[in-house]
């Protein structure tokens, strides 16, 4: 069994060595690293090619620009039985691994919990999970996604059917996963911290409540859950009718 971590990155030469390297020291030989760049402009692609680790391959985003081609790009390349997603600024915390692979067994997509930090690494919340009663469920996630890619890992058939990413651009890639991975398979949320989750300016996610998280007018709030919900439900039915073919 192989595992793929898919990092998307774009100017992260500020963090990027530390999030590789606490990778690196719990993934195995055989697994890999995907890192596409979305044509970052400063010392990323120097600092991870200074790793020499040939588990690491480097790719890079042709496509349209963006924190979602970028990452639909690192997919398209993972070969892994298992697919982890990782922040380029994030640090994974020992053990998360390990754990994530063990709930793989019985499910088909696994959502760790996470310690929120500054950008020193200072904890700041114990737990990503409380601020928004993080879980499963389709309407509560439409609501408030509880949903971060960072926290987040797969197996293929979650991936084969969340591929390609709808062509709508208000589905965000880490609610989409979530909601495939529910559509398709057993989803479980793991209370155990297993990720240092650093806040800083650049992040692309923001945290706070439906209200807070954005600044876009309320309508294309409401909007962007509508054209989710249809996604969601297009694959939804899509899926039981390919199950009840092979009957």
């Known amino acids: 069994m192989k595992i793929s971590v898919c990092i998307a990155t774009y100017n992260g030469e500020k963090f990027i060595s530390e999030q590789i390297d606490s990778i690196l020291k719990q993934i ?7 890192v596409s760049d979305d044509r970052s ?29 970028n990452f639909q790009n ?18 994974w915390l020992p053990g998360k691994y390990n754990a994530v692979i063990t709930n793989l067994k019985n499910y088909d997509l696994i959502v760790t919990n996470s310690k929120v930090t500054d950008e020193a690494l200072n904890v ?5 999970f409380n601020i928004y009663n993080s879980g499963p469920g389709l309407f509560k996630n439409l609501i408030c996604s ?8 797969f197996n293929r ?7 390609p990413f709808p062509e709508n651009t208000e589905v965000s890639v880490d609610l989409w996963l979530g909601l495939v991975g529910e559509a398709v398979g057993r989803v479980k949320f793991i209370k155990e911290p297993y990720l240092l989750y650093r806040r800083t300016g650049n992040n692309v996610t923001q945290l706070g409540s ?25 694959l939804t039915v899509k899926y039981r009718l390919r199950i009840k073919s092979h009957q």
């Open 28 to 34: 195995r030989d055989s697994d890999e690293i995907i």
């Open 157 to 163: 058939k979650v991936l084969i059917y969340a591929m």
């Open 146 to 153: 509880t949903y971060y890619g960072c926290c987040m890992a």
């Open 74 to 91: 690192a997919l398209k390349q993972a070969d892994g039985d298992i697919i982890f997603i990782s922040d380029q600024d994030d640090v």
């Open 210 to 234: 439906l209200m807070s998280r954005s600044k876009r007018p309320l309508h294309m709030k409401i909007y962007k859950r509508l054209i989710t919900l249809i996604s969601v439900l297009n």
């Open 124 to 128: 700041t919340n114990e737990s990503f």
């Open 41 to 69: 402009t400063d010392r990323t692609l120097e600092i991870v090619e200074h790793f020499k680790d040939s588990r690491i391959r480097v790719i890079h985003n042709q496509g349209k620009k963006g924190y979602t081609p």
